[in-house]
């Protein structure tokens, strides 16, 4: 990162798992406080492509 300019930042809760599921999450509320996020952020769980939502800002 010492050589990148602009780093790439990515908030955990946006990372999913293969498949496009949720994964895991250590935060406390676990999975549902990943999923309260990424509702609050627009991201409709369950839709055809997961992953293009997840990583759409």
Do not use: T, Y
Not at 1 to 27: D, E, Q, T
């Amino acid at each position: 990162m010492a050589n990148n300019p602009i780093p790439l930042i990515i908030p955990c809760h946006r990372v999913l798992a293969a498949g496009g599921k949720l994964g895991g999450f250590s935060a406390p509320g676990g999975l549902d406080a990943k999923m309260r996020m990424l509702e609050l952020e627009g991201v409709r769980l369950g839709a055809a492509d997961p992953a293009q939502q997840a990583f759409a800002f």
